[in-house]
């Protein structure tokens, strides 16, 4: 079964980090882009992040540029998304998925279940 997975999400106070982690199974990450994606309650799934199969471009939306850094690493089919200086309105479900590219608005495949990032004093 072709599936990503997250994990990672939780409870922080503002100004605090997290790490998320978005996982392969039954397929090898290395031919796609990733994007990460957020939901808050009542709003449309928006963008956060995006990064080229090999790393060597990444993409922030501008409400998170200077705090989050995506990374990947293809040995463990794993990409991460690390999240510092987290803010309220970072709160949300984070999604990823696959991409043909960071530059391409398409999507492959099904949405995951998310997890789901607090941020909260």
């Known amino acids: 079964q072709l599936q990503l997975v997250e994990s990672g999400g939780g409870l922080v106070q503002p100004g605090g980090s997290l790490r998320l982690s978005c996982a392969a199974s039954?397929?090898?990450?290395?031919?796609?882009?990733i994007g990460w994606f957020r939901q808050a309650p009542g709003k449309e799934r928006e963008g956060v992040s995006c990064?080229?199969?090999?790393?060597?471009?990444?993409v922030y939306a501008d409400s998170v540029k200077g705090r989050f850094t995506i990374s990947r690493d293809n040995a463990k089919n794993t990409v991460y998304l690390q999240m510092n200086n987290l803010k309220p309105e970072d709160s949300a479900v984070y999604y990823c998925?696959?991409?043909?590219?960071?530059?391409?608005?398409?999507?492959?495949?099904?949405w995951g279940q998310g997890t789901q990032v607090t941020v909260s004093p």
């Open positions: 039954g397929f090898s990450l290395d031919s796609y882009a």
């Open positions: 990064i080229s199969t090999r790393g060597g471009s990444t």
């Open positions: 998925a696959r991409k043909p590219g960071c530059d391409s608005s398409l999507r492959i495949g099904s």
